[in-house]
């Protein structure tokens, strides 16, 4: 009985999992439909592009200038024991543009605005504004998803492209300023060796990564437990299922570009 | 949870929906309002149902019909008062912004809260956000209004507050009235007609006296609120 019994946990277990998972595509599947139908509510998308995008961007210039920095030490010191300092350039500007531009940016948005949306979200449902929506027939898909979803996929890329230059920017800085590089070289290699489906690889990565983490914070504060304890859960839950996400989607993405750009 | 509640609600008067706690008062609230799914049944306005309004255009009509003041008010946070109370006819865009500015000041007087308008939901009290809550669902000047639990987390005054300000606009008004509630004698004050729900059926039905002199344990117990008898917690 009690090993009939666990095997029916695992299944009921198993179903729940499931469910959840095609509860989730489903959840974005609607959303990005009604994206495109109108009405379109455009003064919500730049709300909520000020909302993810502009607020974030203090912490992004912060994080890009010393990733960039530690990235020109890192580089630097590894490069001078083949005497190809040189390369220090193209080495820090394609580790932030291919990789770590797309990544860390992501990551940081999703620990900022992806819980804030996740919490505003919960927030929302459990005080049944949600369903003081729908009582006076407006769509919360329409009026509170589509909105953060697609400013999530719009912030992203811009975002990322300011972590790209103040990152290059700070391993210039470290570079040339504390290492003793030759700005000229560090400059023109970096020109030479960073290609436009560099820039386009790391700029598909940062729209995905912006859909991803948009869509699943707005999924776990739409359908938060209750109370308090309910919108602690989904906003954590939120945070690390998106990071998760993203560093596995890194992966994946960054095999199927490599194949298709290089 | 409920279980074939079969009721009629008259036009223009307001009637109480009382019972114990967690007997599905409130769900049967939103299940008028088509917030939750009926498993079974149907709920008709007039003669429209509600069941059969899928498309956004029916469901929207139906909706322009119906005002609810929820059990917290559950005002948008991130609006103020005066956007808040305008949000539905914003909603609607069939009102220039002159029109509908006109009409907001109109029902925050209403309500008593003009000079408010500015202020945001977190910076007032329940019995102020209780107050817009109303002004918002009398913006559209709806046919059918619902309250849930109206005195909830209300000192006295300010519950008495609350329910003569129902009984002036729906005075003045003249909508039909839902008011679901626990608190008896209260809520006699508002309401025309009482139903008594208890284990998903309406157990009694009636005007305010009918209900008051029902030769019912049940009824009896829950007016006078004691612990012993037929309802069981």
Avoid at chain 1, 57 to 73: H, K, N, P, Q, Y
């Amino acid at each position: 009985m009690i090993l009939v019994r666990q095997i029916e946990s695992v299944g009921e277990g198993t179903i729940a999992r499931v469910s959840a998972f095609g509860r989730t595509w489903l959840f974005l599947f609607e959303t990005l439909a009604k994206a495109v139908l109108p009405p379109y509510r455009f003064s919500l998308i730049v709300q909520q592009i000020y909302s993810i995008g502009v607020q974030s961007l203090s912490v992004i210039v912060l994080v890009g200038i010393f990733t960039g920095a530690v990235l020109a030490v890192q580089s630097v010191y590894t490069l001078s024991n083949f005497g190809a300092t040189a390369y220090t350039g193209p080495a820090v500007a394609l580790s932030l543009i291919r990789e770590l531009g797309p990544v860390l940016t992501a990551l940081m948005v999703n620990g900022r605005a992806g819980s804030a949306i996740t919490a505003e979200l919960g927030i929302m449902k459990i005080t049944e504004q949600i369903d003081a929506l729908r009582s006076m027939a407006v769509d919360p898909m329409r009026y509170l998803m589509v909105p953060r979803i697609l400013a999530g996929v719009i912030s992203m890329p811009l975002l990322t492209m300011i972590f790209n230059c103040v990152g290059i920017a700070g391993g210039f800085v470290v570079g040339v300023g504390t290492l003793g590089l030759s700005s000229g070289t560090f400059i023109s290699q970096m020109v030479s060796a960073v290609k436009d489906v560099d820039v386009i690889s790391g700029l598909v990565k940062s729209i995905v990564f912006g859909l991803t983490f948009s869509w699943i914070s707005c999924y776990k504060g739409f359908n938060c437990g209750f109370g308090a304890v309910g919108v602690n859960r989904a906003t954590t839950s939120a945070v690390v299922t998106s990071s998760v996400v993203i560093l596995i989607l890194d992966y994946f993405l960054t095999s199927i570009l490599t194949q298709i750009f290089y | 949870m409920l279980a074939g509640v079969s009721l009629a609600i008259e036009d223009g008067k307001t009637t109480a929906i009382v019972g114990p706690s967690g007997t599905g008062k409130s769900v049967l609230l939103k299940i008028l309002t088509g917030l939750l799914p009926a498993d079974s049944g149907d709920v008709f306005i007039g003669t429209q149902s509600m069941t059969s309004a899928r498309s956004g255009e029916a469901r929207r009509k139906i909706c322009s019909e119906i005002g609810m003041l929820f059990q917290n008010a559950a005002l948008f946070d991130s609006l103020s008062i005066y956007d808040n109370v305008a949000f539905p006819l914003r909603e609607r865009r069939e009102l220039k912004n002159r029109e509908i500015n006109i009409e907001v000041l109109r029902r925050l007087d209403e309500v008593g809260l003009r000079g408010s308008e500015n202020s945001f939901p977190g910076e007032v009290s329940i019995g102020m956000r209780k107050r817009v809550g109303l002004a918002r669902a009398l913006i559209t000047n709806p046919k059918i209004l619902l309250f849930d639990e109206p005195n909830t987390g209300l000192d006295p005054q300010t519950g008495q507050e609350i329910y003569e300000l129902i009984n002036e606009t729906q005075a003045s008004s003249g909508f039909t009235g839902i008011v679901v509630s626990h608190e008896l004698p209260e809520v006699f004050q508002v309401c025309n007609r009482v139903a008594m729900l208890y284990q998903g059926r309406v157990q009694a039905e009636g005007t305010v006296e009918e209900f008051l002199k029902l030769d019912s344990d049940l009824v009896k117990q829950f007016v006078r609120g004691d612990t012993h008898g037929p309802i069981v917690m």
